[in-house]
């Protein structure tokens, strides 16, 4: 394995002012390199008084090089090599994190990165992310998040089934956002607990749907429905005003 092959398996490019400031505010993994424009962004000055001690290189490139290298044009004129996200390795306890949401199924990055950064407004103590038919926190998923994603404590599981059973053994209480479910505002939230939101398209799935208590939210009429990171944040918004978390 080359040299820049195993740089790719302990490093990973994320991109925006935002991602990279709230990145070095967690101080949770390493910056590696940057890259920019010269001029530099308009939020260079924020991000500088923000540096490690430790050295950091700084290239400056082309705009069109950065599109290239974080695979998208909204970049804002920066980029960076970071360290790898660092997920939990250890399942969450209910003691220290009552109030945590379980993602099943969301395919797209924006309403990943969305999803993450309501559950942090709201207080949510952390996330589970399923490794089976989702999206991955990519940097496109980071930059949705406002870089929000930097500060939550997330658990990668391999399966739905794996995530509600180490649920159901930490002893959660388990809330499905589902249609047809109890009313949202007339429902309790009894802590610890963890809300599943499932997919944009299909929802939460079958094989796991009846593992929780369903919850609905209200709506205009029944042919419609809510954006998957609309959903998820009117409901983490709902329960932490119910449990005073915020």
């Known amino acids: 394995m080359s040299k820049k092959d195993k740089a790719k398996q302990v490093s990973e490019i994320i991109y925006g002012v935002h991602p990279i400031i709230e990145l070095l505010k967690a101080k949770r993994r390493k910056l590696?390199?940057?890259?920019?424009?010269?001029?530099?962004?308009?939020?260079?000055?924020?991000?500088?008084?923000?540096?490690?001690?430790?050295?950091?290189?700084?290239?400056?490139?082309?705009?069109?090089?950065?599109?290239?290298?974080?695979?998208?044009?909204?970049?804002?004129?920066?980029?960076?090599?970071?360290?790898?996200?660092?997920y939990r390795t250890k399942f969450f306890d209910p003691k220290n994190q009552k109030f945590i949401v379980m993602l099943e199924g969301i395919q797209d990055p924006?309403?990943?990165?969305?999803?993450?950064?309501?559950?942090?407004?709201?207080?949510?103590?952390?996330?589970i992310l399923i490794q089976k038919g989702s999206c991955p926190l990519s940097a496109a998923a980071i930059k949705s998040s406002a870089g929000l994603?930097?500060?939550?404590?997330?658990?990668?599981a391999t399966s739905p089934q794996a995530a509600i059973?180490?649920?159901?053994?930490?002893?959660?209480?388990?809330?499905?956002?589902?249609?047809n479910g109890t009313d949202a505002n007339k429902c309790d939230f009894k802590e610890p607990l963890c809300l599943v939101v499932g997919g944009e398209g299909f929802g939460i799935s079958?094989?796991?749907?009846?593992?929780g208590i369903p919850v609905t939210i209200a709506q205009r009429t029944p042919d419609i429905s809510y954006n998957a990171s609309v959903?998820?944040?009117?409901?983490?918004?709902?329960?932490?005003?119910?449990?005073?978390?915020?």
């Not at 924006?110 to 996330?127: E, F, P, V």
């Not at 059973?165 to 249609?179: D, P, S, T």
């Not at 959903?231 to 915020?246: R, Y």
Request: glycine share 6%.
């Open 32 to 86: 590696i390199s940057i890259y920019t424009t010269k001029p530099e962004p308009k939020a260079w000055d924020q991000l500088e008084k923000l540096m490690p001690k430790y050295p950091v290189p700084v290239q400056y490139v082309s705009r069109d090089v950065l599109a290239k290298l974080a695979g998208s044009t909204d970049h804002q004129g920066i980029v960076a090599w970071v360290q790898k996200f660092p």
């Open 110 to 127: 924006h309403n990943l990165g969305a999803i993450l950064r309501s559950a942090y407004c709201t207080g949510a103590q952390g996330a």
């Open 149 to 156: 994603a930097e500060h939550m404590e997330l658990f990668l």
């Open 165 to 179: 059973m180490l649920l159901k053994e930490a002893g959660y209480n388990i809330y499905m956002a589902v249609f």
């Open 206 to 211: 079958k094989s796991i749907i009846k593992d």
């Open 231 to 246: 959903a998820a944040g009117i409901l983490l918004f709902l329960i932490s005003t119910k449990n005073k978390v915020i």
